[in-house]
C-alpha cells in the first residue's frame, strides 16, 4: 500500500523560507509523478510544483517559479523549499504521487493523483 507522510511547514513572517517534505512508501512502480498542491481558505485546490521520477524539468506554478524548489532523494522523499514566501502563500499544502507523467509545460489535475499525504499548514504574516 502506497503511504505518504508529510512533515514541515509552520508559520513564518514574510520574505522568510520555510520547507516540507513527504516520505513516500511502498510504492510498487518506479516512474510517477511527485507533486506539491495547496489549497487556501475558500478557494479550490492548486498544483504548486510537480517532478517525474524518470528525469525532466520539473513543473511550477507561475505564482512560485522563483522562489519555490521542488526536489527529491533517492530514497524517494519530496521536498519543497519555499523561499521569499508572501502571505497569499498561506494554505494547506498537500504532497500527492500518481502513475502519471509530469513535467515543465504539464501538470495534471488533482483528480489524477491517486495517493495524497495529510495537509500541512503554512502560514505567512504580512
Known amino acids: 500500500q502506497v503511504r505518504l507522510e508529510a512533515s514541515g511547514g509552520g508559520s513564518v513572517q514574510a520574505g522568510g523560507s520555510l520547507g516540507l517534505s513527504c516520505k513516500v512508501s511502498?510504492?510498487?512502480?518506479?516512474?510517477?509523478?511527485m507533486a506539491w498542491f495547496r489549497q487556501a481558505p475558500g478557494k479550490e485546490r492548486e498544483g504548486v510544483a510537480g517532478?517525474?521520477?524518470?528525469?525532466?524539468?520539473p513543473y511550477y506554478a507561475d505564482a512560485v517559479k522563483g522562489r519555490f524548489t521542488i526536489s527529491r532523494d533517492a530514497e524517494d522523499t519530496l521536498y519543497l523549499q519555499m523561499n521569499m514566501l508572501k502571505p497569499e502563500d498561506t494554505a494547506e499544502y498537500f504532497c500527492?504521487?500518481?502513475?502519471?507523467?509530469?513535467?515543465?509545460?504539464?501538470?495534471?489535475?488533482?483528480?489524477?493523483?491517486?495517493?495524497w499525504g495529510q495537509g500541512i499548514q503554512v502560514t505567512v504574516a504580512s
Open positions: 500527492a504521487a500518481g502513475h502519471i507523467f509530469c513535467g515543465e509545460d504539464q501538470m495534471p489535475v488533482e483528480q489524477r493523483f491517486g495517493y
Open positions: 511502498g510504492a510498487t512502480y518506479n516512474t510517477y509523478c
Open positions: 517532478i517525474y521520477t524518470a528525469g525532466g524539468s
